[in-house]
């Protein structure tokens, strides 16, 4: 298996915190990759780290073959990796219309048959023309989680990664948000880094998993291990207590 | 765990309905909901727009002045709680009925210290001397299980973790001893692992103080492992009531839906199953 993504010993400071702490990790071609942990673990920090929204200070960064450094990225990267935020409601422009939205990154990268893109990547997740023209607080939540998916497959991307994308939608709706997202990846032969604090969704979408902890991966493991309970770490068997809900006494 | 009913229960709802007017015409958040509560644990469950905070709000009495709340009957006890005085509303808010919020960052004072947000519930309440409040908000604080209530007490609500903030919150409702508790998502904006031991707490101190408990929530496997008896709400109106034990015998298609669209361990089903909303679930 060909490695899309490769981090090595990666280390990102705040002022004196250390956020991320020597982190590696190797996510192969066309693999989901799930990244579980608590807040503050440093999930997202390694997901803003490897899209250029947060620098890194010490280690590398491979990205299909091409090694990037800090917080450079040029156009080339943003073609191969595009980021799905967590919050629906946060990150839509709010006075640009979905059409403007969609339109912003074909412009920037100068794609040709921008009509016929806009139309294809709506009807890609479900929504239809009749929401080309509507501004971000005209839709549902879910309906905004689509949109954001849309912008970021709309660039052919290789490697999506997706930061909580369905932690701030009702349980139905996650549903079919995940059923979207592995639609795509199936149709595009995509390779996902997902982040969640949820064991069952990382469990159901990807195939291998990290659990990080203050800053650094306690471990690596296949999803199977979750079900199998094949796993060392005492803060995995303590998430995955959590997962299975409150017990009495 | 008992489901026993004294005479008249502790709180009765008949025909809630609340409606907000808009330039569009009215959102009816809530259509005609009806429940009794004795001294159990009753779970609220539903989407977002179903009306389930709605419904807490108005029985707190925190529903925005512009809405209209009507019912047949809202009464505390036998105290009818919509033809009542303000003020006498007001003295039964955060004594005998208490309110938890979902997230402490925004429901706590930012510019008090938690120590005296606590002190100030008592106060109102209560005919109680500066000593005496602050021993009782210090005990308080120990049975939320603060290893550190003297430290804590003296520290603003940013200078916490959320799970920290989240139980002084539910020391700070529980101080007046209150015979109703309303809890509106009280760990979703917590840490998976936070969540069981604030649950823990809670569960502890609603069994050994003896009260009523309302648990809202979106997650009904969360509600139905927590309460006694689940209602599950959609736009506006109860559509299933049931034990939570009988949580698998569920038979409107709605409540089956929500239990089987989410992901598990273990469970491998590529795509998942989605909830297919009928119209006349909503009539």
């Known amino acids: 298996m060909t490695s899309a993504l490769s981090v090595r010993d990666m280390v990102v400071t705040y002022a004196e915190f250390t956020a991320l702490n020597h982190v590696s990790l190797d996510v192969g071609a066309g693999e989901s990759f799930g990244i579980v942990g608590e807040s503050g673990s440093g999930k997202s920090t390694l997901l803003r780290a490897v899209a250029g929204l947060a620098s890194f200070d010490q280690g590398t960064l491979t990205v299909n073959g091409r090694p990037y450094s800090g917080r450079h990225r040029d156009k080339e990267f943003y073609r191969t990796v595009q980021m799905v935020f967590q919050d629906p409601y946060g990150s839509l422009h709010p006075r640009q219309t979905v059409d403007r939205l969609l339109l912003e990154p074909l412009l920037i990268h100068g794609f040709d048959n921008i009509e016929t893109r806009i139309t294809r990547a709506l009807d890609e997740v479900g929504l239809g023309a009749g ?4 501004y971000s607080h005209q839709l549902s939540g879910g309906q905004r989680q689509r949109i954001a998916i849309a912008r970021a497959l709309i660039l052919e991307p290789k ?3 997706l930061d909580e994308p369905t932690s701030a939608l009702d349980a139905s709706i996650q549903a079919e948000i995940l ?24 469990s159901h979408m990807c195939e291998r998993l990290a659990v990080m902890k203050a800053g650094e991966v306690v471990e690596t493991v296949p999803a199977m291990a979750l079900e199998k309970r094949e796993f060392s770490a005492e803060y995995t068997r303590r998430l995955l207590v959590a997962s299975e809900g409150f017990r009495r006494g | 765990m008992t489901l026993a009913m004294t005479a008249a229960p502790l709180l009765t709802v008949e025909d809630l309905r609340v409606t907000f007017p808009t330039r569009t015409g009215e959102v009816n958040a809530v259509r005609g909901v009806s429940f009794s509560l004795g001294k159990e644990r009753l779970g609220i469950v539903g989407e977002s727009g179903s009306g389930k905070s709605q419904t807490g709000r108005a029985i707190m009495g925190l529903t925005p ?11 505390f006890g036998d105290r009818d709680l919509l033809s009542m005085p303000n003020a006498e509303r007001r003295a039964l808010r955060g004594k005998k009925i208490a309110m938890i919020l979902q997230d402490p960052k925004y429901s706590l004072n930012p510019v008090m210290t938690i120590g005296r947000q606590i002190v100030e519930t008592l106060k109102t309440h209560e005919k109680v001397s500066a000593r005496q409040a ?4 210090l005990s308080m ?12 007490f003296e520290l603003y609500p940013h200078e916490v973790s959320g799970g920290m903030g989240q139980r002084a919150m539910i020391a700070m409702m529980l101080v007046c001893g209150p015979e109703l508790l309303i809890a509106d998502e009280p760990t979703s904006a917590l840490d998976v692992t936070v969540q069981l031991e604030v649950l823990g707490i ?19 496997r969360l509600v139905s492992s927590f309460c006694d008896r689940v209602i599950v709400m959609y736009a506006g109106k ?35 199953p989605v909830l297919d909303r009928k119209r006349e679930w909503a009539l």
């Open chain 1, 159 to 161: 490697i999506l990664l």
């Open chain 1, 131 to 134: 929401f080309r023209f509507r």
């Open chain 1, 179 to 202: 059923n979207l997202l592995e639609q795509a990846r199936r149709d595009r032969n995509l390779t996902f880094v997902m982040v969640s604090h949820d064991l069952g969704v990382i």
């Open chain 2, 141 to 152: 604080l120990e049975a939320v299980q603060i290893r550190d209530p003297e430290r804590v």
């Open chain 2, 65 to 75: 002045g512009h809405a209209k709340i009507t019912a047949r009957k809202l009464a």
């Open chain 2, 202 to 220: 809670l569960d502890k101190l609603v069994a050994e103080r003896g009260m009523g408990l309302i648990f809202i929530s979106h997650d009904l």
């Open chain 2, 134 to 137: 602050r021993e009782r908000a």
């Open chain 2, 238 to 272: 109860i559509v299933e009531e049931l034990p939570s034990a009988n949580l698998a015998s569920a038979e409107h298609p709605y409540t089956r839906g929500l239990l089987n669209c989410l992901p598990t361990i273990g469970s491998d089903r590529h795509p998942l």
